[in-house]
């Protein structure tokens, strides 16, 4: 894989520890803020929802601009929306922090997309996904849990400084490591109204939505990970970044294996993984109360959630061959339609029947994602080579 790839995951691993690492601090920050937990939940929603309405948007305005001069735009505006939220004392700020970092993730997400599939070539763009999604599970395994950490031993504030402070040496490596003429002028070779209309096709559209109902089910949990270990296992708030490390390690082995897999044998992991998934989140509510076997059957949801979340990215990416700048932005926005209304799911779940609710709603989420994947098989896999390895 082209060096540039790693460069960009470390972005990503910014990012990434951002977007995740409420799941660590939904407690702690729904009591200095004053308000519940399904309603701090919702900043996770609000940062998905700007990720959702970002992705195209941010992409349909810097699609003619340099790469690397949108990517670190990007991270800049990043970087002074989590300053603005560590200074803030008041939830409709830092809602509205979230959600200006978030049209700023997305932006950067799906240019970063964009190039990784350029650059790795159309035989290569999961291995490419592959690469930049390390860069989310490394948040996931190293990220969030020090957030965490640093959440309880200070306060949710500090998580944000950190976090911002981890864009300098990211915004250094983009400047110094990719150059200022890759992929320029690739979007004038298609109109945007021709991208646009990539939308159209059934199979790309259907990879989004499967994407989103994986996804969502993954987050659905995540982020009232937290609670779970809290309340239903009784373990202490210490317990929580080392729930979250396991979590992340199973989502980095996980996407680490999918990623060698998912370009010439899609239908393996999304039809042979998707079924194990509804069990493991079925098996994480009944192990909730044993702690040991919890954290076993965390491990093996991260890594099978991304396993097949990262594998059907990868074929939004596949199925929409006209849009080279907008495909990064479709594929953005069915990851975070999942991200969007999984918590808001889980939300009301949790509410309603505590903390086993959103592991329930992950557990119908990835059924249907399944039930829809084996009933539109011949859909997922857009060329006839690739249906003859799968």
Known sequence: MPVPLYLLAVAIFAMGTSEFMLGGLTPDLARSLGVSVGTAGLLTTAFALGMIIGAPTMAALVRRWNPRTSLLVFLTIFAAAHVI??????????????????????????????????????????????????????????GVPAGAALGALLDWRATFWAVALLCVPAAIGILAGIPG????????????????AELRRPRLRLAMLLGALVNGSTFATFTYLAPIVTGRSGLGEAWVPGALMIFGIGSFAGVSIASRVSDHRPLIIILGGGPLLVLAWCAVAVAAGNP?????????????????????????????????????????????????????AAGLAFDAAGALGPVWVSACLTFAAVALAALARRRLVPYDSERAVS
């Open 85 to 142: 939220a560590a200074w803030g004392d008041h939830f409709g700020l830092l809602l509205a922090m979230r959600l200006a970092s978030a049209l700023a993730n997305a932006g950067f997400l799906a240019v970063a997309l964009g190039v990784a599939g350029t650059l790795a070539g159309p035989d290569r763009a999961g291995r490419a996904i592959g690469v930049l999604l390390a860069g989310t599970t490394l948040a996931t395994v190293i």
């Open 181 to 196: 003429d890759t992929l320029a002028g690739a979007s004038s070779e298609v109109d945007l109204r021709g991208e646009l």
């Open 292 to 344: 040991p076997v919890l954290f076993v059957v965390l491990f093996v949801s991260g890594a099978l959630s991304f396993a097949v979340g990262s594998t059907l990215i990868a074929r939004v990416l596949r199925a929409a061959p006209g849009a080279p700048t907008m495909g990064g932005a479709y594929a953005t926005v069915a990851f975070n339609l999942g991200a969007a209304a999984g918590p808001a």
